[in-house]
């Protein structure tokens, strides 16, 4: 299948933080590719911002290289490279002052559509708002993308909507999470709701349980001080996890639209009920054969921030009244992978006795990565004379394989901002859906900031703590292996 590409329409893109890593990583190979891709057209203009004192050549030099590092060497012919690096220019500016502002402002065009993506901390999401404003650099078509963490908690949640708020409209406000933008979280919503084989079953009725699953093999070794301060549930379970436990739980919107989309989402967040401490399981890994443990990664002994988590939520509504979802992420477990699995009930009356022993049952797994598709398991009956005999089978699509690898390989971030440039908020979170998310997030946090508990630890290389095994056994099921 060949890709369709739609251009899009001229922008200017502004990057703050520009030769910072994110943009280094993602952002520019990303839009390189988009540019290789032919969907970015010549008019197109993106401008470096940052804080060190370099010139336009030396930007790109920098870009360059990023390109060289971090895009294979099959996808970067020499001369789209260099036609691409001469799109780029670059302004030196202090976010807190008032140096290169008014620069900024000359270097944009009128009638362009205007992009600024805050790759940047949090803490200076407010002062380069106001000052996109004071200066005269935002119009009221302009679009402002601003990165997680989008706050430590509600409060702070609160106070950056209102510093944003204050400069830029909520349809102008871009709360990017790269999970919404893989292929494969996007194709959950077309899964749903554009086939009557899913949408039906699609209840406490037909499925027993869903477990949510992102999974990384390594530690936070070179980021501890930062990850020291969060831990999993607010570096993942606040957002990303929220966010596919939105799409997977959220009613049929009215339209294909962002705020009706948006609008269900917070419906879900909204309808949690309140989860015990029980439902709960907290660890950090502890050291082995070729890693230190989460206290050395971090330099604190006494840490009592979580590298796992692991928990049992309900959605308090009529769809999903006594199905659990169960999330789980953590680091340096048995493989990366992350994966949305959702557990059909057996048939209500079995007329197959004593030939469903070690049956698995049906099961539709989604996988987010490594290898982005979908897997349908099912039960059939064995080939062959004898009679009877039941055994399961999985029926497996990997998007590379059916699609392409053209329509697979391309990043997360690509999409995301592309989709921003089309002024389409649909794959973004709004500001209530992020402060529903932490007024959920804030009453667990502060419950096991006051037991003071350690979290339990586990292995490097398992599946996490045993306490999580049995979080699953008390209710007669189990996680699916890691890495199966």
Request: hydrophobic share 40%.
């Amino acid at each position: 299948m060949v890709a369709r590409v739609i251009p899009v329409e001229p922008f200017d893109l502004v990057i703050f933080g520009a030769t910072g890593d994110l943009a280094r990583r993602k952002i520019l190979p990303g839009l390189f590719h988009r540019f290789r891709a032919g969907q970015m057209p010549s008019e197109a203009k993106i401008i470096g911002s940052a804080r060190s004192e370099i010139g336009g050549a030396e930007f790109q030099t920098l870009v360059k290289a990023a390109i060289v590092e971090f895009v294979d060497e099959t996808l970067r012919a020499a001369d789209q490279l260099e036609e691409f690096l001469q799109r780029l220019d670059y302004v030196h500016i202090d976010a807190m002052g008032e140096t290169g502002w008014d620069t900024l402002k000359k270097a944009l065009r009128q009638d362009t559509i205007r992009t600024f993506y805050l790759s940047v901390s949090p803490s200076l999401f407010g002062a380069i708002a106001e000052r996109l404003s004071t200066h005269g650099i935002a119009t009221p078509e302009s679009r402002i993308v601003v990165e997680k963490p989008f706050g430590h908690d509600l409060q702070s949640a609160q106070a950056l909507n209102k510093a944003l708020l204050r400069h830029f409209d909520e349809q102008q406000i871009y709360r990017i999470d790269h999970y919404l933008g893989k292929e494969t979280v996007q194709n959950l919503m077309a899964l749903r709701f554009a086939n009557s084989l899913f949408e039906p079953l699609w209840n406490s009725t037909h499925i027993d349980h869903v477990q949510v699953t992102v999974a990384e093999s390594i530690g936070v070794a070179g980021r501890g001080g930062y990850y020291d301060q969060s831990g999993a549930m607010r570096d993942m379970v606040q957002n990303h996890l929220m966010q596919l436990l939105c799409l997977i739980a959220m009613e049929p919107p009215s339209k294909f639209t962002p705020n009706a989309v948006r609008d269900e989402k917070v419906k879900v967040i909204e309808a949690l009920e309140a989860v015990e401490l029980s439902d709960i399981v907290r660890g950090q890994y502890r050291s082995g054969r070729d890693n230190g443990s989460y206290f050395d990664d971090v330099e604190n002994p006494d840490s009592r921030t979580e590298s796992y988590i692991a928990m049992k939520l309900a959605v308090g509504n009529w769809r999903w009244a006594g199905t659990p979802f169960y999330l789980r992420t953590g680091k340096h477990l048995r493989d990366r992978v992350s994966e949305i699995a959702v557990i059909f009930k057996d048939p209500p009356h079995n007329i197959f006795p004593n030939k469903m022993e070690g049956r698995k049952g049906n099961a539709l797994i989604i996988r987010l990565q490594p290898d982005e598709g979908i897997t349908l398991r099912t039960t059939i009956k064995e080939p062959g004379p004898g009679g009877m005999r039941l055994t399961e089978v999985s029926m497996d699509m990997s998007f590379a394989d059916a699609l392409g690898d053209d329509l697979t390989s391309q990043d997360a971030y690509e999409r995301l901002i592309m989709d921003v440039i089309r002024g389409d908020q649909t794959l973004f979170m709004r500001g209530d859906e992020v402060e529903a998310a932490w007024a959920w997030a804030d009453p667990l946090i502060a419950a096991w900031d006051e037991a003071n508990q350690r979290p339990v630890p586990y292995d490097p290389g398992s599946s996490g703590p045993e306490e999580a095994l049995m979080l699953m056994h008390k209710g007669g099921r189990r996680w699916r292996p890691i890495g199966d």
